[in-house]
């Protein structure tokens, strides 16, 4: 199958060069503390090592903290609403195959009302990365449980604690088959900039899960500073299995790439067709052509 071949990291015209800070945009209005600047840090030292040209890139987010994210960064932005991030994303790469698209949104965002977008943005294999900003906890609407906080946690909207057990979303991203699957920790602010630029350069969905501790609602930060490592080159991101064992049942918190594989995106999928539906198109029209000959003779024959 031919491939739709677009920049994936569109440079800047040659000589050009910007510093991490130049791709900020507007001052960030997260409490201080907050995981979220180091993933915006992490971000614009990407963007900033590979030169990459702010008007070929663009971030779409939901509600929640982290849905001001685009007005953070110096590119085209698109603030959606609650839990259709991925739609949006998904409608603007498929019209503007040329853009770097980045999908950003929080565990109540994705994991709740957006739930039912995740497995089918995956299944399509769309050519973006989404990034999923988890603190485990609705942070923006002061501390309501999310699908990923965990069992017995209590909030003021769950003074006896949280009585559902709380979804997995890397395990979900691989169920459903996303092609480029990891997780990051905000902590780890140089390991995630390598892991966000992997996610970036890969062909298809990627989906990224940050652990990004809410220091107001859900301070996680001793914990999961506790629990993370990196995950170690003996690893197979080429199996599938060893993935969803390493999301299910390592101990602690592994951060690294889980999964990637190279599947055709969903472009590559639809110009594959509109190729072959214009093939059968050419080939009925010298059918019709043959056709309308014949019925021209018997039009005759019956005069």
């Known amino acids: 199958m031919s491939v739709l071949e677009t920049e994936v990291l ?5 000589g050009v060069t910007l510093k991490p800070s130049d791709y900020k945009g507007i001052k960030p209005v997260w409490c201080p503390g907050c995981g979220d600047y180091a993933i915006l840090n992490a971000l614009v030292q990407v963007l900033a090592r590979n030169r990459v040209d702010p008007s070929k890139l663009a971030i779409v987010s939901g509600i929640g903290c982290s849905g001001r994210f685009p007005a953070f960064v110096k590119s085209y932005g698109f603030h959606g609403v609650h839990g259709r991030v991925l739609p949006v994303a998904t409608g603007l790469k498929l019209a503007r195959p040329d853009l770097t698209v980045l999908a950003v949104g929080g565990d109540g965002d994705g994991l709740a009302i957006g739930m039912g ?9 769309v050519d973006l990365t989404y990034l999923l900003f988890d ?12 699908p990923t906080t965990e069992v017995g946690h209590k909030t003021h909207a769950s003074p006896f604690g949280v009585a559902e057990y709380p979804l997995n979303p890397l395990a979900l991203a691989l169920i459903a088959g996303a092609t480029f699957v990891g997780r ?10 390598d892991l966000i630029e992997q996610a970036i350069r890969h062909r298809g969905f990627s989906f990224v899960q940050i652990m990004t501790p809410c220091v107001t609602f859900n301070d996680m930060y001793k914990v999961w500073k506790e629990q993370a490592y990196e995950i170690g080159p003996d690893h197979d991101t080429s199996d599938f299995q060893a993935a969803l064992h390493l999301a299910t049942a390592a101990e602690g918190l592994p951060i690294g790439i889980f999964y ?3 599947k055709p995106t969903y472009l590559d999928r639809l110009i594959a067709g509109v190729k072959e539906s214009e093939r059968l198109k050419e080939a009925r029209r010298y059918d019709d052509e043959a056709d309308a000959a014949g019925l021209d003779k018997l039009l005759e024959r019956l005069q």
């Not at 569109?10 to 040659?14: D, V």
């Not at 603190?135 to 999310?146: A, E, M, V």
């Not at 990051?184 to 900039?193: P, V, W």
């Open 10 to 14: 569109p440079q800047l015209p040659q």
């Open 117 to 125: 977008h995740l497995p089918h943005a995956v299944r399509r294999n």
């Open 135 to 146: 603190n485990h906890i609705y942070g923006l609407t002061k501390g309501q449980p999310s």
């Open 184 to 193: 990051g920790f905000s902590s780890h602010t140089k390991h995630l900039a």
């Open 260 to 262: 990637q594989a190279e």
